[in-house]
């Protein structure tokens, strides 16, 4: 059987892009997590729309499961094996950017295309794709857009979905969904672009995107401010967004034991703060071409007036606008240098966070006393990643063996009864296949699971992910 899939797959995309069962493929079947382990039939990596085409009606023929993957940066498992007899389709080498329309604000690149790549060409036309994450040197737009991915920017520009105009993509049986338009209204029907952005891979196989474009900022101002505590920094979001409104572009809450495991592991040059504090927020400001310089530092001010906040640094150099995002989107790496943890993705309404993140360290503590909280996140989106770094001194492995289901549990009662989300930005995949079924509501499940079968009725579209 398995010569066969390795036969047909080298028949419809030469040999060179077919990756049998062995060293070869260990790079597409872990993830950047290690939690999930499990081989695959095969590795095939189509190179134009028509072999993506010939592979799904080959599958959806023969009943294989087709898992797609394009930067292999997802966090819930979604683009790796799950059973072990199925494909992985590689999308990395459709990755033309296909058109830049400047005049529309949009550019139509390749499933394939790297996140950076596609700032990169933006760019180069004098505009700006606004989707930024810390993975955007190796995800890839099919990725971005099937996990719906947030990132810093969702506050003033919004998710993968807020920025995709249209989507074509390869439906199970081989059919290609021709949705690459970029017309603002559309009023023809059900939005299919919105139901294949997030699906995960489940319900087609992106094969390009056109996605909406904006004008850059002239300049950026950026500040790191002292913050008392999670309530203040909501007022203090609240006050910025009534002074700056859509331009206040980013406002990031990081813990002090986030500084201090930083500065511990020697991950900065320096200190960016202004001093101790037990929380910082990061803002900033994009400034278009005529705004006034120093509009941020004014808000601040205001801030201060109210006695809001009593520190706070400006970013006075391109240097110090680095090292300020550095700190915050280091939060993730110097968590696996303080040994084991225990992360949620989680998101609550603004007004909650507060609450969300008294009654989940609570709760927390009550369980693993001495556990560290390293909340941090995005603030203005509600979506804080919840994390813990296990006692000081504690056995990663003991710990996680005794409080990791306990805390998962504890984490998303508190998230649940505060009318949120257990899934902000990563996914469902394999991670929360369990869960989604325990927390959504019954009616969306049922709606979803005929969604599935009616667009992909063999099941070969990522078996397993997202629905069970
Ligand atoms: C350091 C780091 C930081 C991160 N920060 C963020 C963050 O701030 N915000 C955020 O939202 N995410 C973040 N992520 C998660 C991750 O980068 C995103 O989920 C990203 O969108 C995945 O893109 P990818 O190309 O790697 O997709 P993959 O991991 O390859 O796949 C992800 C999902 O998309 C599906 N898929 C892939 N390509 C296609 C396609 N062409 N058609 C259909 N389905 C497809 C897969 O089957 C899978 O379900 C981070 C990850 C890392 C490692």
Not at 313 to 328: C, H, N
């Amino acid at each position: 059987m398995t010569i066969d899939i390795i036969a047909t797959l080298a028949a419809i995309v030469g040999t060179d892009h077919v990756i049998a069962p062995g060293p070869g493929m260990a790079t597409y079947i872990s993830e950047p997590r290690r939690r999930f382990h499990q081989t695959a039939a095969a590795v095939v990596r189509p190179g134009t729309v028509a072999e993506v085409q010939a592979i799904a009606r080959w599958a959806n023929e023969h009943g294989i499961g087709l898992i797609p993957q394009g930067g292999n940066t997802g966090l819930v498992g979604a683009q790796v094996p799950l059973r072990g007899d199925e494909v992985i389709v590689s999308l990395p080498r459709l990755d033309r950017v296909r058109s830049v329309d400047p005049a529309a604000g949009t550019i139509t690149v390749e499933a394939g295309a790297i996140l950076e790549h596609v700032h990169a060409a933006a760019e180069a036309e004098g505009m700006m794709f606004p989707l930024w994450l810390a993975s955007q040197g190796s995800a890839r737009i099919g990725g971005l857009l099937s996990s719906n991915a947030g990132g810093v920017n969702v506050l003033a520009y919004g998710n993968a979905r807020e920025l995709t105009m249209g989507v074509e993509a390869v439906l199970a049986d081989g059919r290609l969904y021709q949705g690459l338009n970029a017309l603002k209204k559309d009023n023809t029907g059900y939005d299919l672009k919105d139901l294949l952005v997030g699906a995960e891979g489940t319900l087609g196989i992106i094969t390009a995107a056109t996605l909406k474009l904006f004008p850059q900022p002239e300049d950026h101002e950026t500040a790191l401010v002292n913050v008392a505590s999670p309530a203040r920094a909501v007022e203090l979001f609240q006050l910025l967004r009534e002074r700056l409104g859509g331009r206040l572009t980013a406002f990031e809450l990081v813990p002090a034991l986030g500084l201090d495991m930083q500065l511990r592991h020697g991950m900065l040059d320096r200190d960016p703060t202004a001093g101790p504090s037990p929380w910082y927020a990061l803002v900033e400001f994009s400034r278009m071409s005529g705004g006034d310089p120093g509009t941020l530092a004014s808000a601040i001010e205001a801030a201060f007036t109210a006695a809001l906040i009593d520190n706070a640094v400006l970013a006075e150099s391109l240097a110090d606008r680095t090292r300020m995002w550095a700190f915050r989107e280091q939060m993730s790496e110097v968590q696996s240098k303080e040994g084991a943890s225990v992360k949620h993705d989680v998101s609550v309404p603004v007004a909650a966070i507060p609450a969300l993140i008294e009654q989940g360290s609570a709760a927390a503590e009550a369980l693993a006393p001495g556990i560290r909280p390293v909340p941090f996140g995005h603030v203005g989106d509600g979506n804080i990643h919840f994390n813990f770094s296990q006692p000081v001194g504690a056995d990663g492995k003991t710990f996680m063996a005794q409080f990791d289901e306990a805390l998962h549990e504890a984490i998303y009662d508190v998230v649940l009864r505060l009318g949120g989300s257990v899934s902000a930005e990563h996914g469902i995949g394999q991670l929360k296949v369990d869960l989604l079924k325990r927390v959504k509501d019954p009616v969306a499940l049922e709606m979803m699971r005929a969604i599935k079968a009616a667009l992909d009725p063999k099941g070969i579209l990522n078996p397993g992910k997202m629905l069970g």
